[in-house]
């Protein structure tokens, strides 16, 4: 039911973007599997050429296949997905391009929640819906930035175990410093000795 609902949304979407429709024309006959590690969910995407399919425990071969947990593979969508291929949080078996096509596919059809949830309850109580979720990630996102900030502070100043902020830039600047005074005196060094070997 639910996979029918997100390939239902994402076909609808396709319609809007002619880039994603190029993709998916391109993708024609390429599958591609995904694991839900934590769930014991698989997950199947093939393109028809003019639409997705898509399928719950899937048979046949697949072109590529990605798995990990919940969070990690939503995390794909973010700004560095390299990091988590290369810290094998996630993991891809098969053609490497494919899924990184995919993912391009995927980010073009990104549904408007919004949108999306006032197809069931109307414009007004999906407004709303939405204004609250924003205000809770933004309650969330402040919070969490609040207590590493504390965090940072207490382990610096209380507790002594890191170099507070102010005293590691000095520290570094002073470094800086040190290594420009040592390049200058090893290439003073080096024109003495030029000059030596140059006379008779």
Excluded: W
């Amino acid at each position: 039911m639910l996979t029918s609902l997100v390939e239902n949304m994402l076909n609808r979407n396709l319609g809007a973007s002619p880039r994603a429709r190029e993709m998916c024309a391109a993708l024609q006959g390429r599958r591609l599997q995904v694991r839900v590690g934590d769930l014991g969910l698989r997950i199947g995407f093939e393109s028809l050429g003019d639409s997705l399919r898509l399928s719950r425990d899937p048979e046949g071969e697949f072109d590529a296949e990605i798995s990990g947990s919940p969070l990690n593979l939503i995390a794909l969508a973010g700004p560095s997905p390299e990091r988590l291929l290369q810290s094998g949080a996630v993991q891809v078996r098969g053609d490497a391009e494919l899924l990184q096509r995919y993912r391009e596919l995927a980010l073009l059809l990104r549904p408007d929640l919004e949108e999306e949830l006032s197809r069931f309850v109307g414009d007004a109580p999906a407004h709303q819906v939405a204004r609250f979720a924003r205000g809770a990630a933004a309650f969330g996102r402040r919070g969490a930035d609040t207590a590493v900030r504390n965090a940072a502070e207490y382990f610096a100043h209380e507790s002594g175990d890191l170099v507070p902020r102010a005293e590691a830039e000095v520290f570094l600047e002073g470094v800086d410093r040190l290594r420009e005074d040592v390049d200058r005196a090893a290439a003073r060094v080096d024109a003495l000795l030029a000059r030596l070997e140059a006379k008779p």
